[in-house]
Each structure stands twice: as C-alpha cells, then as structure tokens.
C-alpha cells in the first residue's frame, strides 16, 4: 500500500524486497527534504499513508496528509491510530487548494502531480510555494513524458495506442508533461530548483515485482476487483514497465526551495543525499 516507484538500493540481494525499496524511498525523501524533530510536514496525495508514518515515526516531525479518497483516508487513520502515531500524523479527506493551516516546513508530493492537468501548474505552485516557511523544502515526485520529437522524425511505436489505452481504463484525466517544463513551472511559482534525479529504472522494476505480486494472488484480485479490471491493471502494468525501459515515460524527483528574502537558501553546501 505505497504509491509511486520504490528506490532500489539493494542491488541483486534476493532477500531485499519490494517492501524494503519502498521503505527506502520514504528515507531518501524525508533526507532530500531535511526533516528534523518537531518540524511540519505536508504530504499533498498521501494514499494510504505510509510516508507520512515513516516521516513521524524516523525523524519526530508532524505530519498532515491530504488525499481526495474517503477510502484511502480511512485506511491510513487506521494505520496511524495503530502505530501510536495519533497525537503526530492527521490525515485529511481535502483537495490541496483548500489547505490554509501553513506555514509547512516541508512539503511533499508524490505520484499526485500527473493528475493536475497542465493547466493547473501556475496555481500548484503558487499554492505550495505560499505554505512553505522561507528555506522550506518542495520534493515533487511524479512520472514525465519525453519531449515530442523534432518535426519530420518517425512517431514511437506503441505510444498513441498505449496513451489511449490509459486514459480509456486506468488514468482518464492525467497527463504527463516533460521534465523541463515541471522545473520550469516551479520556478515560474517562486522556486529555486536544487536537485534533480531521475528514476526511470527504479521505476520499471517495482512495476515488475507489482505485477509479479498480481500474478502470484491472481485469484485473490479477481475476487476482489473482478477479472475485467484485474486484468487490465496486468496489463497497464505490464505496458508501462516497458515504456520505462525504452525511455519513452520517465519519473524523476525534483527537489525544490523557497528561499528567503535575501536570497538564502539553507541548503547543504555539499549534496549527502
């Protein structure tokens, strides 16, 4: 019950598992963003809460989780109240434009941004910008497409079909827009980007052990979503690892900084993560 890629850091160990790359990638998230004791934390998109569990339980902070899904909001409530964690994490059922309880010493978005719609990019980053303290850190996690090819260049097999097919079953309202034009949007809100990485690989194996995970429980998912959907969630799956190998959709990490007013940003000299 984790959103987005995980961060695979152990190599070709056969007792490192999807659980543990996961784990990994919360670690590495809440050191990109400095989290320390009794700082705040917003996680805009929490899913089913699992980083903001991480980000209270490892670093002491307090943590607010949105998500527009009752489902995934019960789900995570039950999780926080079982771990203790009830007095630290708050997770809300509201849309990110209706958070106004900032200022936030950090924020993070993970796996939401794909479904803003281009459109929408001015006031997502003018929003998060205006909930941070100055110095508050921004780690924007979300898939990328490439850039369109120059005119006169052959079309990449696959891509149309394959776009249609999400946006018919799994995604109707995402899009995916290059990684140039997320840094140059937040900018455009008030950031200054600092970092900058790309996991498209990471991304492409934790597909393969989701769909190993579906296959391996087959009758189990078809009991609980049906056949129809069970299969085409394989098959997204499926599909979108191979997109990641061959380049054609990416997910990168943009870390990002309001600074303060004269110009500080209070980033390490030295990058540690």
């Known amino acids: 019950m984790v959103y987005s890629c995980a961060y695979w850091t152990g190599g070709d160990d056969p007792s490192y598992t999807l659980e543990d790359a996961q784990r990994d990638k919360h670690e590495m998230i ?45 789900f995570a409530k039950r999780r926080v109240a079982d771990a203790g964690l009830g007095g630290q ?6 849309d990110w434009r209706d958070v106004d309880d900032g200022p936030y010493d950090a924020i993070a978005s993970v796996g939401m941004a794909e ?16 909930l941070l ?20 260049s052959s079309p990449e097999p696959g891509r149309s079909h394959s776009r249609t097919f999400i946006d018919a079953y799994v995604f109707p309202d995402g899009e995916l ?15 200054e980007v600092r970092d900058v990485q790309n996991l498209r690989e990471h991304y492409s194996r934790t ?35 191979l997109s990641f190998d061959a380049g054609r959709i990416g997910i ?17 000299m030295v990058r540690t993560v």
Not at 89 to 94: D, F, H, K, N
Not at 121 to 126: G, N, V
Not at 177 to 191: H, K, M
């Open 177 to 191: 827009i290059p990684v140039a034009d997320v840094t140059s949007r937040l900018e455009q809100g008030g950031f």
């Open 30 to 74: 809440c050191r990109k963003l400095g989290l320390e004791e009794g700082m705040r934390l917003l996680d805009v998109g929490c899913g089913w809460g699992s980083l903001v569990l991480h980000a209270a339980r490892e670093y002491g902070v307090t943590a607010v989780g949105v998500t527009l899904s009752q489902a995934q909001a019960e």
């Open 207 to 241: 597909l393969r052990a989701w769909v190993a995970n579906i296959e391996g429980a087959w009758d189990r998912a078809v009991a609980l979503a049906g056949d129809p959907r069970a299969r085409v969630w394989r098959l997204y799956m499926t599909g979108s690892a």
């Open 89 to 94: 994490v708050e997770v809300r059922v509201q």
């Open 252 to 268: 990168h990490q943009v870390l990002a900084v309001r600074r303060n007013t004269d110009g500080r940003s209070d980033m390490p």
């Open 133 to 152: 303290v100055p110095s508050g850190r921004l780690l924007n996690h979300q898939i990328v497409r490439a850039p369109k090819r120059r005119a006169g």
């Open 115 to 130: 479904h803003l719609g281009a459109q929408m990019w001015p006031e997502y980053a003018a929003r998060l910008y205006d």
